[in-house]
């Protein structure tokens, strides 16, 4: 790709007096992880598709402090988020869009307590309205009929509830919609959650990532399809540990819509 | 001697009732050590999840086979127990089968009883099976060896047990009633129908009435006792939860299993903290009126609120939280059933100093370190797949969190790189060294 993806700010945005229809959360992980920025772009070419009206708050974003508070440090956690709150709020931002569950799930649930009322959704949730407005096309393309599993995150499945919606463009796509044992409200956690992403694991006979990879391998899948980036990298690790990077590869819901596309 | 009889009934019925009613009220001043917290709001929704979850028993049916014969034996035990309400009264005024002048209904109830003692029966045979000779992951964890694991096999013998007597002591009532026995039988003919133990009269056979009387009265007798017995082996058990599902799933969290609350006193400082404004005297005051300022965290049973001190005796340490953990499941030392057991043992322990010396007195122990240890916290991935799995409505995560709370902010003692991922988010504002004013150079790459 030659020319750089355009990405509106917010602070541009006001510049212009504009309001944008929803501001993209990008996080910390799709901000600066390599693997998680793929994920990024491919989200905001979908938008740029749709003809979506988005911008992020790129320098003015913060971590959320998702990670401080699920490890305890709850005066982190509430600095950060006040000052995300007093930066969204300067803005007047109404609804937030993000691709990760993680982000997703604090500015829900645990800002509204600190004075922060949005309206939130995951990326798969918006990509869904955007697909049920019309504005969106999901055909099959180049995934159709591949056996693809779907790894629930624990912050967007039971943490909040949503099974549905990544499930829904994955069938979109006509795959092969594959189920692990451990699915859904049963789905197993990848390891990465509660701040374990920046540790290292306690002592024990295997690694949490390797044991969901092994009930994904079950299925014999050709994709396991993720929702959140630090899923996406603790399953890719596993599978790598599995020595099957060769024919089994870890993709984001988003991405999987866009390459379909070609986009 | 009947009158005999019937006082000593009293006394073993009031002697019961009264030991159980001192259990619950310990039970209460102990959960009552924990910190108040409001729970009073959406009773609407709070009745229609405890209808669901405890009466309903819909996490439990999610094992279907377990499920299925927990719903037999938790069904059959309820509703067996209506008939000792007509055994109270027959024990008090000297009476025989008091309710049968319900005629063909009278029939009907005893008849269905027999069935679902014999459906009781096996069903505990069955568990005792599950638990003893298949090796099932969630039965075979650390901290059930030793009085956890007996105490769930004694319940089963118990109920065996107790099975057995109702029908041994309607098969010899039975009896009694064929051979037109005084005070058994009655001139409206046969009262009650004996589907089960009407197979067990063979035993009976050639029996005279006298032997007969001393049969059914033992069975009789033991059966009401063991009864009372039960109600009061509860308190020590974890089968204290066939009372307390019901308050437990009535008081649990309603909002999204991810959201986790915020703290009220770090809100406060942040606040203070934020805002040049601010009085920077007006928050410690109010502070100086509740003694000393406030603990971030738990570190012990006082520190956690009433409904997880609630959640700690409910538990039923079935272990279907240990099963679906991943930290457990991958060796690590975490078991969200022991965070459990730990906090009422540890609750169990305070209680038993303020039953002794009238108030807590330090013991030198608390719930951190003693009981639970910081590598079982640190390995927990706050994935709530306990909180899901738990058919009783059990959070054992926020416990997970509260201890957290108290390692990350009174004693600064987190993991190496976790400390490093903290400061970092303080510095950049992301948990890696990366710059915040590089943020958004992924748009330019490429
Ligand atoms: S939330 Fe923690 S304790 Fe509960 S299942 Fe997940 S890792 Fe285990
Ligand atoms: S917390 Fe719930 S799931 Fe875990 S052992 Fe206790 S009752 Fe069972």
Known sequence: MAEALKVPTMAEYMAQGKKPEVLFWVGCAGSFDDRAKKITKAFVKLLHNAKVDFAVLGTEESCTGDPAKRAGNEFLFQMQAVTNIEVLNGYEIKKIVTACPHCFNTIKNEYPGLGGNYEVLHHTQFLKSLLAEGRLKVEGGKFKGKRITFHDPCYLGRGNGEYEAPRDLLRKLEVELLEMRNCKEKGMCCGAGGAQMFKEPEPGNKDVNIERTEQAMEVKPEVIAAGCPFCNTMMTDGVKGKNKEDSVEVMDVAELIANAQDL | ?446
Request: net charge negative.
């Open chain 2, 1 to 446: 001697m009947q009158i005999i009889a019937q006082i000593l009934f009293l006394i073993a019925l009031v002697a019961g009732i009264g030991f159980f009613v001192r259990n619950i009220r310990r039970l209460i001043r102990n959960i009552n050590l924990g910190k108040e917290i409001d729970r009073s709001d959406n009773s609407g929704e709070r009745f229609g999840k405890m209808a669901k979850i405890a009466l309903g028993q819909s996490k439990m049916v999610k094992r279907p086979i377990s499920g299925f014969l927990h719903v037999i034996v938790y069904v059959g035990f309820i509703i067996i127990n209506i008939e000792v309400l007509e055994i109270i009264i027959d024990g008090l005024f000297g009476t025989h089968r008091i309710l049968s002048f319900m005629g063909g209904f009278y029939s009907f109830l005893i008849g269905f009883f027999e069935i679902l003692a014999l459906l009781v029966f096996v069903g505990v045979v069955v568990f005792w099976i599950r638990r003893n000779l298949i090796n099932i992951y969630r039965f075979l964890g650390n901290e059930l060896k030793g009085w956890p694991k007996n105490d769930a096999n004694y319940i089963l013998y118990f109920e065996m047990v107790l099975m057995i007597l109702f029908l041994v002591m309607n098969a010899t009532d039975y009896q009694l009633q064929l051979n037109g026995a005084p005070h058994y039988s009655s001139e409206a003919g046969i009262m009650g129908s004996f589907p089960v133990s009407q197979f067990l009269l063979p035993i009976f056979d050639g029996m005279s009435n006298a032997t007969l009387i001393i049969i059914e009265r033992t069975a009789w007798w033991l059966h009401i006792l063991g009864i009372l017995f039960f109600l009061n082996y509860l308190y020590y058990s974890k089968h204290l939860h066939i009372l307390l599902a019901f308050p437990n799933v009535y008081y649990s969290k309603l909002q999204p299993q991810g959201e986790f609350n915020n703290l009220q006193s770090v809100t406060d400082e942040v606040k203070l903290m934020m805002d040049p404004d601010a009085d920077p005297f007006a928050a410690p005051a109010e502070e100086e009126e509740e003694g000393e300022p406030e603990k971030f965290g738990a570190s012990d049973v006082f520190d956690l609120n009433r409904v997880q001190l609630l959640n700690s005796y409910t538990c039923t340490e079935c272990g279907r939280c240990t099963s679906e953990c991943p930290a457990n499941r991958t060796g690590k030392k975490l078991s969200p059933r022991k965070i459990m057991m730990d906090t009422r043992d540890r609750l169990e322990e305070v209680g038993e100093i303020i039953n002794k010396k009238g108030k807590y007195e330090d013991n030198g122990k608390q719930l951190l370190g003693d009981f639970i240890l910081e590598e079982e916290l640190w390995a927990c991935t706050t994935c709530n797949a306990c909180v899901e799995a738990c058919p009783v409505g059990i959070d054992p995560l926020s416990i997970i969190v509260e201890m957290r709370r108290y390692l990350m902010m009174e004693q600064s003692s987190a993991p190496n790189e976790l400390a490093i991922s903290m400061t970092n988010i303080e510095n950049n504002g992301a948990p890696w060294p990366y710059n915040q004013q590089d943020r958004l150079n992924w748009a330019k790459e490429n």
